[in-house]
Each structure stands twice: as structure tokens, then as C-alpha cells.
């Protein structure tokens, strides 16, 4: 069986965003990216796309740069 859940694609150079149902495996886990946020923060981000779709770019960005030296 399958659960259904919001899948984001997105592009943070152009800015362009998608969102669809995707169909996710019940034994698979999936990783909360919001997890490492303050109650507060975590709500706020929450409640506007713009601000979860820019919090998920800075986050991709984040974990590609080599470490600093």
C-alpha cells in the first residue's frame, strides 16, 4: 500500500516552484526537514509556500557547499 504525500520540485535560480501528490511506500521513512527548527520558526515557515520553498533552497545550498577550510 501507499501513503499520499505533497511533493515539491523546485528551482532556486529561477524561482519556479511545483507542488503534486506523489505516492510514497508505507514502510518508507521520510526525513521531517523541518525537524531542526524552533517551534516558533517551524510554524512560521509552515504557514507561507514562498517561505518553505526558500528555507528548502538555503537548506539544499547549505549541505552542497564543500565545508570551509
Same mark, same amino acid.
Given at each position: 500500500?501507499?501513503?499520499? @504525500?505533497?511533493?515539491?520540485?523546485?528551482?532556486?535560480? @529561477?524561482?519556479?516552484?511545483?507542488?503534486?501528490?506523489?505516492?510514497?511506500?508505507?514502510?518508507?521513512?521520510?526525513?521531517?526537514? !523541518?525537524?531542526? !527548527?524552533?517551534?516558533? #520558526?517551524? #510554524?512560521?515557515? #509552515?504557514?507561507? #509556500?514562498?517561505?518553505?520553498?526558500?528555507?528548502?533552497?538555503?537548506?539544499?545550498?547549505?549541505?552542497?557547499?564543500?565545508?570551509?577550510?
Amino acid at each position: 500500500m501507499f501513503e499520499r @504525500c505533497v511533493g515539491l520540485a523546485w528551482c532556486s535560480g @529561477c524561482r519556479i516552484y511545483s507542488g503534486s501528490m506523489v505516492h510514497v511506500p508505507r514502510k518508507r521513512v521520510l526525513m521531517d526537514a !523541518l525537524a531542526s !527548527l524552533p517551534e516558533d #520558526e517551524r #510554524e512560521r515557515v #509552515e504557514r507561507s #509556500e514562498t517561505k518553505l520553498v526558500e528555507f528548502l533552497a538555503r537548506r539544499a545550498r547549505s549541505e552542497a557547499a564543500p565545508p570551509a577550510s
